[in-house]
């Protein structure tokens, strides 16, 4: 067996799951070991155009010139109810991000563009349920930092056409693999994670300074009343994050402890007793 380090956060956690302790409602937990779902990274959709400003001499505060994109291309195709395809992900989640999106959304490390979270097939209309031939749907799920919303986009892959769009505030659907990354960065870097860093150093005797060095877990976080430091009461509204982090090839790092506010980039600390 792995050997459980005790010391600074209170313990290496060495099993294969954690109990999770407090009052906080907590919602789209993936068990330990099953970290490496799909890849669900942001859009920096707004960077090329910045940059080639810049490179042709263009002052600061001067607005680049606009960037038309060509639609996307149509890719592997499925039929019927088959799972979407990784060519229509791909051109569903081009779709549903038009210019305004694009330009006014936030993802988690704070550059242009929303938050991608996932795509899935979309269910039938209700009079297309037997249909053969009926037009095959995805909806796109984003988070943008900008308005802490949830943003889901109905995209009819057959015409290419956003068909539906819904914004909502309060609405905290499970993490993606790139806000649990960011959340172990903000962890990392804040002094509320040198417990952690030394954890993972008496486990493996090198320094933690990058997410890539963990596995990462971890559950969405909702503030209850009274239950845990004011800075946080804010979670629900806001996306925050409780992480399960893990040393590659040894322990699990008990940092229950700690809340990371990904909307306000704060890191705070619960009573768990």
Wanted: a negative charge.
């Amino acid at each position: 067996m792995r050997k459980i380090v005790h010391r600074h956060l209170g313990k290496v956690v060495a099993g294969a799951a954690i109990a999770v302790a407090g009052t906080a409602v907590m919602v789209g937990i993936t068990l330990p070991g099953t970290a490496g779902a799909d890849e669900t990274g942001g859009s920096n959709s707004g960077q090329p155009a910045q940059q080639a400003a810049q490179e042709q001499g263009q002052g600061a505060g001067t607005v680049p010139p606009g960037v038309v994109e060509g639609a996307p291309s149509e890719g592997d195709e499925g039929t019927g109810n088959d799972p979407l395809t990784d060519d229509e992900m791909d051109r569903a989640a081009k779709l549903a991000v038009n210019p305004q999106l694009r330009s006014a959304g936030e993802n988690v490390e704070g550059d242009r563009g929303p938050q991608r979270l996932g795509v899935d097939l979309a269910e039938p209309d209700a009079d297309e349920p037997d249909d053969a031939n009926a037009p095959r749907r995805a909806e796109v799920s984003f988070y943008d930092y900008k308005t802490d919303a949830l943003v889901t986009k109905t995209v009819n892959l057959d015409t290419g056409k956003v068909e539906q769009t819904s914004t909502e505030h309060g609405v905290q659907p499970p993490l993606s693999r790139a806000e649990y990354a960011e959340a172990a960065k903000i962890l990392i870097a804040d002094p509320l994670g040198a417990g952690m860093k030394a954890d993972y150093k008496d486990a493996t005797g090198k320094e933690l300074s990058s997410p890539d060095q963990l596995l990462l877990n971890g559950a969405v976080y909702r503030a209850a009343p009274g239950a845990q430091p004011a800075v946080l009461d804010q979670c629900g509204e806001h996306r925050c994050v409780r992480l399960f982090p893990k040393v590659k090839n040894g322990p699990w790092i008990d940092a229950r402890s700690f809340v990371i506010d990904l909307s306000a980039r704060k890191v705070a600390k619960l009573d768990i007793g």
